[in-house]
Nanobody, 117 residues
């Protein structure tokens, strides 16, 4: 069982920055992909970004050029640097991990990000 704990959410003004962090623990197998999803009120959960063990990243079009996903394989952590934040980025952001050996996906509890003046 993989546990994911996020930190770093909060309230920020439009144009501001926030950094989210996620620490994974409890996996018997290597964690392969990690990343972030978000869910705004009344909306479906959407993929924000993923990163492989090798460091290859994938971003939603809505965040390209503003968000950066990075990972420390040795610590099983993933960080999301969010710049030039917009009100439409307001959502609960959840960390994500996928273990190929067990074909299971895991999500953290989520952290609230609110972009408002």
């Amino acid at each position: 069982q993989v546990q994911l704990v996020e930190s770093g959410g909060g309230l920020v003004q439009p144009g501001g920055s926030l950094r989210l962090s996620c620490a994974a623990s409890g996996s018997r197998f290597s964690i392969n992909d990690m990343g972030w999803y978000r869910q705004a009120p009344g909306a479906q959960r959407e993929l924000v970004t993923t990163i492989t063990r090798g460091g290859s990243t994938n971003y939603a079009d809505s965040v390209k050029g503003r968000f950066t996903n990075s990972r420390d394989i040795t610590k099983n952590t993933v960080d999301l640097q969010m710049n030039s934040l917009k009100p439409e980025d307001t959502a609960v952001y959840s960390c994500y991990a996928y273990v190929y050996a067990t074909r299971r996906a895991y999500w953290g509890q989520g952290t609230q990000v609110t972009v408002s003046s």
